[in-house]
């Protein structure tokens, strides 16, 4: 069951509240958050952040979307103030979480969005639900752990556990990060050090969210076999980004049935921090169909479906809002 309740917190966007929903999926309780767009054009927008990402904290992003869509933020098992996943359960089980949250509020095809970890679960969402998915973008996509940062990360968890937070926070920061591009990067140095002080300032809760949220990620060596999501798909990060590589990005989009892919300058691994209006405007362009060539922000888009790269537009829509999941 689940139980729907508008928060008492929440900022209004245009005169509608956020609504917030409480799941439960096999025990585990975590919970969502929806924001109504008062012009909605395409298919409601549902964001799944990475490690260090709730569901409050989208800001401009967020807002963005809403000129376009509804938006659906989630604090899935192990984020944010939802339950604490262990690592057996694996990726799948929280595509079928996320699934859960559009069976609860009434969403039958949504347009998703997955930053870093949760690129991992929105690509399998995708393969597994695929009928409720209308297109999807990822930045700094990962469906496992890279495997040149594997030991760093092991070596991270292990400070953790210890408590040593200096060392975890170097460690970590150390593979997010590319430090040698921080000068090139767009607030390279601010963003270094607000994570600096969010990873030495994880409490108890959020550290165990962590650690085994990277278990399981390392527990995931390779993409399922046979199952390439069919929908438009674009995968895009930073052209300083030296954890999830542009040359990495690409390579997941090649495995797409139809995929794109581009790179955004300026930028690292923390998209959504650093260049979030930027990233907006490039998504909001691929669910509306317009073209991704000539931005000054990226390098135009290559269409690598059957791994023949070409650099057009990405096919239009043109179904109304209406069915596209706008308001009912």
């Known amino acids: 069951m689940s139980q729907s309740t508008e928060s008492p917190a929440a900022t209004t966007t245009d005169g509608f509240p956020p609504v917030l929903t409480a799941h439960t999926w096999h025990g585990y309780h975590y919970e969502s958050r929806r924001s109504r767009s008062t012009t909605p054009r395409i298919a ?26 509804d938006v659906i933020t989630v604090d899935l098992p192990g984020w944010g103030k939802a339950d604490v996943l262990p690592d057996h359960h694996g990726v799948d089980f929280l595509a079928d979480a996320l699934c859960r949250v559009l069976d609860d509020t009434g969403l039958t095809t949504v347009n ?17 639900h695929p009928t409720r998915v209308r297109r ?13 940062a594997r030991s760093h990360f092991r070596r991270g968890i ?14 970590t920061l150390g593979q997010l990060m590319n430090r040698e591009a921080l000068e090139l990067t767009v607030d390279g140095h601010r963003i270094h050090r607000l994570l600096h002080r969010r990873l030495t300032g994880l409490g108890p809760l959020e550290a165990e969210q962590l650690m085994t949220n990277t ?19 674009l995968v895009t990060t930073g052209e300083h980004d030296h954890f999830t590589s542009p040359a990495h990005c690409r390579d997941l ?12 300058t300026g930028a690292d691994h923390m998209l959504p921090l650093e260049r979030g209006p930027e990233v907006s405007d490039l998504f909001i362009r691929f669910f509306t169909g317009r073209p991704l060539t000539g ?32 308001h009912r």
């Open 44 to 69: 409601p927008v549902v964001l799944v952040g990475g490690a260090f990402q709730t569901k409050e904290n989208w800001g401009r992003i967020e807002t963005e979307f809403l000129a376009h869509a």
């Open 158 to 171: 292990d400070f953790l556990v210890a408590r040593r937070m200096e060392e975890f926070t170097e460690v």
């Open 295 to 326: 931005l000054a922000y990226c390098l135009d888009a290559e269409h690598l479906s059957r791994h023949t790269p070409t650099m057009v537009a990405p096919r239009t829509g043109g179904e109304p809002a209406e069915r596209r999941g706008g």
């Open 253 to 264: 989009a090649a495995t797409c049935a139809d995929g794109w892919f581009t790179t955004i």
């Open 136 to 148: 999807m973008a990822l930045t700094g996509a990962m469906t496992a752990v890279p495997e040149q």
């Open 112 to 128: 998703l969005v997955g930053s870093s970890y949760g690129s991992a679960v929105t690509h399998a969402l995708a393969r597994r």
């Open 215 to 233: 278990q399981r990620l390392m527990a995931h060596q390779d993409l399922p076999k046979g199952a390439a999501p069919a929908m438009p798909v």
